[in-house]
């Protein structure tokens, strides 16, 4: 911000010095001669112009290059994070789990990718996730069954790239995560995506070869329906302060 604020500043005084310098010259050409005060003014007007022009290219360049042209290092973009949550479904018997996983965060294309390796403990699927911000849209590759499934990205649920980036700063890279807590959410297959392309080349890479389906989200109130009439699988993963239980529901 105060890199584009320096160089509107210098623009018009580029400017400013420039309009100076046409109208001394067009005020001299009505002399019969040119004085030497007025000659000396209007090169001084020039070379200042001049210096803050190329300060202005200058500076211009600096923020081209640092917000255009620098690529996020490894380092900057990539992070292998533990988490420690209550689930209150397995307590007391459990107690407190754990949760490990990958976490890529892409800040110039927007959007998130997460490995989840086979828990310790069982129950959940190993999985990548892509949060995609530009499209809208989330894929689940399920790697236990090699299949995709697509819904609309939750902004609610899911931090965007850059305030995921900043939490995991804070925690230091490789380090437990605070305690935390476990939200659960159910989804339905709704059916076969064909037409691949239309999700964007990030998940489009992720599921390209793979059956991928189309998930919609299932509200509170039909969680109570038997779970005999459907198969369902789960994938335990965090990209926000809490752990989420994603469970996607084939009906039978």
């Not at 927007?110 to 069982?122: D, K, L, R």
């Amino acid at each position: 911000g105060s890199n584009i604020w320096l160089i509107n500043l210098s623009l018009l005084t580029l400017a400013y010095c420039v309009n100076k310098l046409l109208f001394c010259q067009q005020e001299e050409l009505v002399l019969p001669l040119r004085s030497k005060k007025s000659f000396l003014n209007g090169l001084c007007c020039l070379t200042f112009g001049l210096v803050v022009f190329m300060s202005g290219l200058v500076l211009a360049s600096i923020y081209v290059y640092r917000y255009y042209f620098i690529p996020q290092t490894p380092e900057d973009s990539l992070f292998h994070c533990r988490v420690v949550y209550e689930d209150s479904v397995y307590a007391p018997l459990r107690g407190r789990q754990e949760l490990e996983e990958n976490v890529g965060i892409y800040l110039n294309d927007n959007y998130e990718q997460i490995s989840v390796p086979m828990p310790h403990f069982g129950g959940s699927d190993p999985a990548d996730i892509i949060h995609d911000f530009h499209r809208g849209l989330t894929a689940y590759h399920d790697i236990a069954l090699d299949k995709c499934y697509i819904i609309e990205l939750n902004t609610t649920m899911v931090m965007p790239p850059r305030n995921l980036w900043e939490l995991l700063v804070n925690v230091k890279r490789g380090t437990y995560l605070p305690q935390t807590y476990i939200i659960h959410e159910e989804m339905m297959v709704t059916g076969r995506v064909r037409n691949m392309r239309q999700l964007g080349p990030f998940i489009h890479r992720l599921c390209y070869g793979k059956e991928t389906y189309r998930l919609r989200r299932r509200s509170q109130r039909r969680r109570i329906e038997k779970r005999e009439t459907k198969k369902c699988h789960s994938i335990r993963h965090f990209e926000n302060t809490f752990v989420v239980e994603t469970v996607i529901c084939d009906r039978v």
